[in-house]
């Protein structure tokens, strides 16, 4: 396969003019050439942090606080979870697997509810989905053992040192969310050495300090965080001092687009379009262990195609600044999987 248009190739995503060609699922050459396309060739998005069976319940809770929402084991998804029957939960993650898979995103990380059962209603949900999964169990050690890893909760609803012990011992990704409602649960969070944390949006100057001396990267969720009235993550501060990728929680709040994410984070932040586009991408990918989300040699094709000429990015002058700012769904042209080539 062959694809031609301006490549945002490499992690800084310089625009060059050529063609990518794709063999057996992978990356095999990057050309550089005159050609006839508007296409703008991307890598494909890498939602860094979702909550996809909260599909079941998209926009309910208006007027409630995050603790009430979202709060194990009684805030309202998870009453909602489990009243929900296994064929309705899974058809409505299929869903929005469906819509991720059609407005860009190559690859995901999910906290997964429902312990070892939620990790295989998730599984029967990706059959036929051309998504790349990092699934992390949640509730006990047999979900972790069944999935790729650990999601925690928050260090103020357990300790966690057993289940960040089991993920060591198994080579397995251990991620907690730390920082979404205050800076209580920060520096436990971070005793625990985990591999990366989730929100910090109430990260003080030694928690960032920390962060820096750790090197442990971060997830932010800005849309979702703005939605649950809790703050905003200091994603200025972070990006100085380590990784930081994007994802957007919870589909019960937030549609999953990564356009509305990038959108969001590059209006609403002091950060290039360039840094934004690697937080939607690379990093993620980093983050979460996978090749890939990024336009190179030898690299699993999980590529973007955007229509260079559509209505809506016709005439525009910087296609990076256009694909974090102004491209959506609509503009998507195909999106490029490896099971798929």
């Known amino acids: 396969m062959i694809l031609e248009g301006t490549i945002l190739a490499g992690r800084s995503f310089e625009a060059v003019e050529g063609r990518v060609v794709v063999e057996d699922g992978e990356i095999a050459a990057v050309e550089e050439t005159a050609v006839d396309s508007d296409d703008i060739i991307a ?28 709060a194990p084991p009684d805030g309202l998804k998870h009453r909602l979870l489990r009243d929900a029957s296994r064929d309705e939960l899974v058809a409505a993650m299929e869903r929005t697997l469906s819509f991720m898979q059609q407005s860009g995103t190559g690859a995901f990380m999910e906290f997964r509810e429902g312990g070892v059962e939620g990790v295989r209603a998730i599984r029967d949900a990706l059959t036929g989905v051309n998504l790349d999964s990092v699934i992390l169990g949640r509730e006990s050690t047999d979900a972790m053992e069944q999935s790729d890893g650990f999601g925690a909760s928050g260090a103020n609803d357990s300790e966690f040192g057993t289940e960040r012990r089991a993920t060591r011992q198994a080579g ?24 990366f944390l989730v929100h910090m949006v109430h990260a003080e100057s030694l928690h960032l300090e920390r962060v820096t001396d750790s090197e442990i990267p971060v997830v932010v969720c800005p849309r979702s965080n703005i939605v649950t009235d809790v703050g905003r993550p200091p994603v200025e501060e972070l990006a100085e001092r380590t990784t930081v990728a994007l994802g957007t929680d919870n589909v019960m709040l937030n549609s999953p687009s990564m ?49 260079g000429d559509s209505d809506n990015l016709s005439g525009a002058r910087n296609p990076v600044r256009a694909v974090v700012r102004r491209a959506g769904t609509a503009d998507v042209r195909r999106v490029v999987h490896p099971r798929a080539e």
Do not use: C, W
């Open 43 to 70: 890598p494909a998005f890498v939602n860094a942090h979702t909550h996809i069976g909260d599909s079941i319940a998209k926009e309910a809770g208006e007027g409630l606080s995050l603790e009430e929402l979202v």
């Open 259 to 307: 356009f509305r994410e990038m959108e969001f984070t590059a209006k609403l932040y002091d950060i290039t379009a360039r840094e934004v586009l690697r937080m939607a991408t690379v990093n993620g990918a980093d983050i979460a262990g996978l090749d890939g989300g990024v336009i190179e040699t030898g690299q699993p094709a999980r590529l973007l195609v955007l229509d």
């Open 172 to 195: 397995k990704l251990f991620g907690i969310h730390a920082g979404e409602v205050d800076s209580s649960d920060i520096n436990p969070a971070l005793d625990l050495d985990p591999d």
